[in-house]
């Protein structure tokens, strides 16, 4: 029994159908994690583009040091760091938030390359005509780079939902029960290991193709209208 | 018209590291001229409508625009400082530039390209900028391509779009940076009857760098010819075409009439 569900061992499609509702719990909890980390990306992304393009090198070349140590270390040694010494110094987070976090942070290194190879594939032609018609630099980023800069930056950054939704079972690491580590449960339990580490798999099959597509729509969604995306 | 310049370079000195581009450049262009620069490339006409528009700073000299200095501002003490970026945003607003490479805007249509400035940065109303901007697509011959994006249009539209877009800022001086230059042969005619037009019938300013001689010499009051960041001579078209008193300028448009 496992979140007040019972298995029912009778026959493997038994097994997988009784077990549904308890991996339910941790797919929540994976999704959970997915979106709020590829929030945290896409936000904290922004901030170091924007510094690591800032004019005076006191700003630019911090973050530049801090987004190339963050990506060259790996996930799960960042994720012992915030789960097991921020305490030391008073901070103690929940797992599912250092979690998050933790992935949020280490995507936020890669998401902020993508805001910048797309914000400098729009020209200067481009800057210096809204400079000749007097636009505002802010106006000139609002209205001449970022529309033109979405659908470029939009496909990668789908890459990197899936590929986040893909890391969330690291979390289990610090405690986080994600679909994963739920279904580990129920094998260490039942010692049948094969119906929930394979449903887990196709759990996941099914979220990564969903999310692509659902990348894939916007995509063709979004004006992108004589944009040269090449 | 008046006699006093409206654009006004004095001793003016520009430089790309340790390429030395304008060399104490002299040049005055009166209210409601047109004048023609011409000359061989890397000898500094581009740059000087780049710096007319703001899109280059200068490393000496004054440049001044209606009088007043554009890269340089009364500091507290009266004595010229280096322009602030609001000074540079006030005097922009008398020039207008039109790109040898168009530079619209490719995610905006052809009406947007046009209104979008008007709108943000003057303040129209959108009403008021979409009538301005059609009226502005009948004089450059596009009023049926309002609703379409500039890659749907050929070369030579795109740049009547930018002309019609430089016009909706109502500049008094208006640059053209090689405007037929990216153009294919048979489009260059579109172009120029536009720049013509506009030369006949308003009283704007007209800077025109450009390598279409016989056109420069039916349009223009003046043509300079530019050579190693200095007007090497200058004059009406008639003076400079017929019977150019420099051996130089005779070689260039030789060079280029063959």
């Known amino acids: 029994m496992l979140f007040g569900y019972e298995w029912d061992l009778s026959s493997p499609l038994a097994f997988a159908i009784s077990i549904l509702p308890i991996l339910w719990i941790g797919l929540t909890v994976t999704i959970q994690a997915t979106v709020l980390g590829f929030l945290v990306a896409l936000g904290l992304g922004l901030v170091w583009a924007v510094l690591k393009a800032a004019p005076s090198r006191l700003i630019s070349w911090p973050a530049k040091v801090i987004t190339e140590f963050i990506r060259d270390t790996p996930l799960i040694v960042q994720l012992f760091f915030l789960y097991y010494v921020l305490p030391e110094y008073g901070i103690v987070l929940p797992a599912f938030l250092t979690g998050a976090l933790g992935l949020g942070i280490q995507y936020s290194a890669y998401t902020s390359e993508v805001y910048r190879a797309g914000i400098e594939a729009v020209g200067p032609d481009q800057r210096e005509a809204a400079r000749a018609l007097n636009f505002t630099p802010a106006h000139t980023f609002t209205h001449v780079v970022v529309p033109q800069a979405i659908p470029r930056i939009v496909p990668s950054m789908g890459n990197y939902l899936v590929s986040i939704m893909k890391d969330v079972p690291v979390l289990s690491v610090v405690t986080v029960l994600e679909v994963l580590n739920v279904a580990k449960i129920v094998g260490d339990r039942t010692f049948s290991y094969l119906v929930p580490l394979t449903m887990v798999g196709a759990l996941y099959l099914i979220m990564t193709l969903v999310a692509s597509a659902g990348v894939r729509l916007l995509d063709t969604w979004l004006p992108k209208q004589g944009i040269p995306l090449k | ?258």
């Open chain 2, 1 to 258: 018209m008046n006699d006093e310049p409206i654009i006004k370079f004095d001793k003016v000195i520009k430089r790309f590291g340790d390429l030395t581009v304008l060399r104490e450049l002299d040049f005055t262009v009166k209210k409601g001229e047109k004048v023609s620069i011409i000359g061989p490339s890397g000898s500094g006409k581009s740059t000087v409508l780049r710096i007319l528009m703001t899109l280059e700073g200068i490393d000496g000299g004054i440049v001044s625009v209606g009088g007043e200095p554009l890269w340089h501002e009364k500091g507290a003490d009266g004595a010229l400082v280096p322009a602030s970026e609001a000074h540079l945003h006030k005097m922009r607003a008398q020039l207008g530039m039109v790109f040898q490479q168009f530079n619209l805007f490719p995610h905006m249509t052809v009406l947007r390209n046009i209104t979008e400035a008007p709108v943000k940065v003057l303040g129209l109303s959108r009403k008021e900028a979409r009538e301005r901007g059609e009226e502005l697509l009948e004089l450059v011959g596009l009023a049926d391509q309002a609703g379409k994006y500039p890659h749907q249009l050929s070369g030579g539209q795109q740049q009547r779009v930018g002309i019609a877009r430089a016009l909706a800022m109502r500049p008094s001086i208006l640059l053209f940076d090689e405007p037929t230059s990216a153009l294919d042969p048979e489009l260059v005619g579109e172009v120029l009857n536009v720049i013509g037009k506009l030369a006949e019938e308003h009283d704007l300013t007209m800077l025109l760098v450009t390598h279409e001689m016989r056109f420069a010499r039916e349009v223009s009051d003046r043509v300079c010819f530019f050579d190693q960041g200095r007007i090497r001579e200058e004059g009406s078209p008639e003076e400079l075409f017929t019977d150019p008193s420099e051996e130089r300028t005779r070689e260039f448009l030789q060079a280029i009439l063959d």
